[in-house]
């Protein structure tokens, strides 16, 4: 990385190249999208995002800048302790941001925007990220433990009960009480299954009364069905409309791969009834989120997948198999290692032939988040609650059978929070093999439980590092090319 930096240098050294009247250029986007996600998202606390610019502090260039050309005028910057995420500089601006190798004061706008941008940092600025507060709590709620789909990498087992208006506004209410007790300013609610859409009158019901519930409460309310989409009816999707409800469907790749793990119970495959589903909630003014779900069988259709989301403009995540307690053959279901980052790779080139305006990179690697960087990849144990059907509360939905609480408790939140066995959810500067890595606070260490599946440890870094860190440059790259196209 240092010889890469010193070569920078000496490129931004030879003024000849630079003609005398070009403007600086520093290009970010400081609100990058993240699709709904299917899991316990971090929550990137605001501070983290808006740090003050002192001009009047001496600020210099990270040592740990990350590089890469975007073509013969314009490189793209990475702080991977940085708030901003990728930013592009015209020559201009590198040779501004090559003066900081020294400490000195912000003295002009272009430095000033280098700090925003999260390229100059303050003289003394600590190693190690601060370990903040989330703002929300989030919470899913497993309305149902019914499915019309048997999906070959499905955590549940299924049953035909469901969740009933008793026990879902205790939840409702459970919910609120631990929010308030933990000094939370949101809920982000997920109704889930089995297949949400078979209890939807329950959903619209909890619904309407958390948004009364939380008025009264003086918390901001967000929230969002988990769907397989095949049983989707007009009704369903006005009400999401009209109630700015997000929609999560689930989408594996092209017929052939969607079709060999996403089936029916007679073992027909699902994707033209998704599809369908997902044509008619455009048609009905919903955008759904697309979940793609990338296992050894469907690895193959992944770019299929990425094109299809593109080609109607649609955000979607990408998220990788994980072991669980329902399925106890695992090895076909897991794709190998370099064949995922070669699927990766080829999506990618798929979204490079078309860059979306909006930005998608929060999105395309599994359980990596780059709205901001973290301490955990999600709130598991921390500002995340799953409650069952029955009213029982568990950390996590792949723990849904393994409950720590119900939803009687006076803070079911602080129970979960309190609960020492089993996996832990620690900071990514607390796993083994993370604690020096430049990019630990943009995977934090992975999914934990999947990690604690594993290996048998919570202090130790995910199964897929080395996927995360083959593809990083990649998609940092693929933003730049993204923030270069459309930044007129």
């Known amino acids: 990385m240092q010889n890469l930096m010193n070569q920078i240098n000496i490129h931004l050294q030879m003024e000849d190249r ?5 403007s600086p250029l520093v290009l970010w986007e400081p609100d990058r999208a993240q699709a709904l996600n299917n899991c316990a998202c971090p929550t990137i606390p605001l501070q983290t995002l808006t740090p003050p610019v002192a001009a009047t502090l001496p600020w210099q260039r990270p040592v740990d800048l990350f590089a890469q050309p975007l073509d013969a005028r314009h490189l793209l ?4 302790r940085g708030h901003a995420g990728p930013v592009v500089l015209n020559e201009a601006a590198q040779m501004q941001l090559a003066a900081f190798a020294q400490p000195g004061l912000l003295a002009d706008a272009t430095a000033q925007q280098l700090a925003a941008a999260g390229l100059l940092q303050p003289v003394g600025t600590p190693a ?49 009480r631990s929010a308030l007790a933990n000094n ?82 007679n073992g027909r495959g699902s994707y033209r009834q998704v599809t369908r589903s997902i044509d008619r909630a455009l048609a ?20 299929d997948a990425v094109c299809f989301a593109l080609d109607r403009e649609l955000l979607f995540n990408l998220n990788f198999y994980r072991e669980h307690d329902a399925r106890k053959s695992h090895a076909e ?15 990618f080139a798929v979204i490079e032939a078309r860059l979306p305006r909006q930005s998608i990179i929060g999105a395309l690697i599994d359980r990596s988040s780059f709205a901001g960087p973290h301490q955990r990849s999600c709130g598991a144990g921390h500002n995340y609650m799953v409650v069952d059907h029955k009213g029982s509360v ?20 602080q129970e979960i929070q309190l609960h020492a066995t089993g996996f832990q959810n620690l900071a990514v500067d607390e796993k083994e093999g993370c604690r020096d890595c430049q990019w630990r606070y943009w995977c934090a260490g992975g999914c934990s439980l999947l990690t604690y599946r594993a ?19 990649a998609l940092l790259r693929l933003e730049g090319l993204r923030l270069l196209k459309w930044h007129n």
């Not at 026990?167 to 409702?172: D, K, L, V």
């Not at 939807?200 to 619904?207: D, G, I, N, R």
């Not at 568990?394 to 408790?409: G, H, K, L, N, Y």
């Open 333 to 347: 279901m897991r794709a190998e290692d370099e064949q995922l980052i070669s699927a990766l790779r080829a999506a």
């Open 18 to 22: 630079i003609d005398a009247d070009s």
């Open 284 to 303: 009905h003014g919903v955008q759904p989120h697309l979940s793609i779900t990338v296992t050894g069988e469907s690895v193959d259709g992944l770019a």
């Open 394 to 413: 568990a950390r996590c939905q792949m723990e849904i059978e393994r409950p720590v609480t119900d939803v009687f408790a006076l803070n079911p939140l």
């Open 128 to 176: 190690k990220l601060p370990d903040h507060q989330p703002a929300a709590l989030t919470a899913w709620l497993h309305v149902t433990n019914d499915c019309n789909l048997r999906c070959t990498y499905c955590y549940i087992d299924k049953t035909d009960a469901a969740m009933d208006a008793a026990t879902g506004t205790a939840a409702i209410d459970a919910i609120i």
């Open 455 to 473: 290996t048998g440890r919570n202090d130790v870094k995910s199964p897929y590092c080395n996927v995360y860190k083959a593809i990083y440059p």
């Open 77 to 80: 910057m990475f702080n991977p």
């Open 184 to 265: 939370f300013e949101a809920v982000n609610l997920k109704y889930a299954g089995g297949e949400a859409t078979l209890n939807f009158k329950l959903v619209q019901t909890l619904h309407l009364y958390a948004k009364e519930q939380t008025a009264q409460a003086g918390l901001h309310l967000s929230s969002g069905v988990l769907s397989n989409g095949v049983a989707l009816t007009g009704g369903m999707l006005d009400f999401l409309r009209e109630q700015a409800i997000q929609l999560m469907i689930s989408l594996d790749g092209s017929a052939a791969e969607h079709d060999r793990q996403r089936v029916f119970v």
